[in-house]
């Protein structure tokens, strides 16, 4: 799977959710998200509803905040690309994950979930 070209939506929300937010969400199709609104639950199976981590910029930065990303940059390309930089730790010990997105949101998601790709869940322990 190419993370890179993943669309905004429920499909990399719950993939996010998971794997780097380390929760367990609703999965149920058919049961719509209420953006935003992260105490709700779902009314079949009793989870939290997966919050909109690629659309909602507040939602996004939990998981900037998690991945204790604290510096965000980004750079135009020539064919009109948007590449992001995230910066995890201060330097000279520190690390930058990068995403293409045109909107910070899925970029955020996008280089998370690659950080977590190459990674597993050791980033946890960074820095620390
Ligand atoms: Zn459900």
């Known amino acids: 799977m190419n993370i890179d070209k993943m669309p905004a939506g429920r499909e ?10 380390q929760l367990s969400v609703c999965r ?9 609104m992260d105490m709700d639950v ?3 199976c ?11 910029i507040v939602e996004a930065w939990k998981v900037a905040r ?7 940059e980004t750079d135009l390309g020539e064919d009109g690309s948007v590449a992001w930089h995230f910066r995890q730790g201060t330097p000279p010990r520190h ?3 990068a995403a293409q997105a045109d909107l ?5 998601c996008r280089a998370a979930l690659k950080l977590v790709n190459e990674m597993g869940m ?7």
Request: aromatic share 10%; net charge positive; charged share 20%.
């Open 12 to 21: 990399i929300d719950i993939m996010v959710a998971e794997s780097v937010m």
């Open 28 to 36: 149920c199709l058919g049961v719509p998200r209420v953006c935003g």
């Open 42 to 44: 779902c009314m079949d």
């Open 46 to 56: 009793g989870r939290q509803l997966c919050p909109c981590y690629s659309l909602h």
């Open 66 to 72: 998690k991945l204790k990303w604290w510096k965000a």
């Open 95 to 97: 690390k930058w994950f």
């Open 104 to 108: 910070a949101p899925l970029a955020i």
């Open 122 to 128: 050791s980033f946890t322990n960074d820095n620390s």
